[in-house]
Nanobody, 126 residues
């Protein structure tokens, strides 16, 4: 069983930055592909970013490409999402997720992930 705990959310003005963290209670996080998703009120959960087990490969949604960066520190069992140039449309609850299958081919699909955190709220004011 993998438990994921997100932190770092909050209220920020347009153009500001936040860094989200996802701490995993697992012996070896490097076995898991990791992803970030978000869900705004009244909308479906959407893919934000994913990272391979080693961190060598990453994939970002077009809507955040060039502004958000996913990374991981396997020694600390932690995954990060650096968010820059935030926009009001980035307002959502952000979820961290882990998948036992290390492949990234299905990383944009929420059903590919086996474990989820409880989420952290990000609010961007205009």
């Amino acid at each position: 069983q993998v438990q994921l705990v997100e932190s770092g959310g909050g209220l920020v003005q347009t153009g500001g930055s936040l860094r989200l963290s996802c701490a995993a209670s697992v012996r070896t996080l490097s076995f898991y592909g990791m992803g970030w998703f978000r869900q705004a009120p009244g909308k479906d959960r959407e893919f934000v970013a994913a990272i391979s087990t080693s961190g060598a490969n990453t994939f970002h949604a077009d809507s955040v490409k060039g502004r958000f960066t996913i990374s991981r520190d396997n020694a600390k069992n932690t995954v990060y999402l650096q968010m820059n140039s935030l926009k009001p449309e980035d307002t959502a609850v952000y979820y961290c997720a882990a998948k036992r299958d290390a492949a990234l081919r299905d990383a944009t699909q929420s059903v590919a992930y086996n474990y989820w955190g409880q989420g952290t709220q990000v609010t961007v004011s205009s």
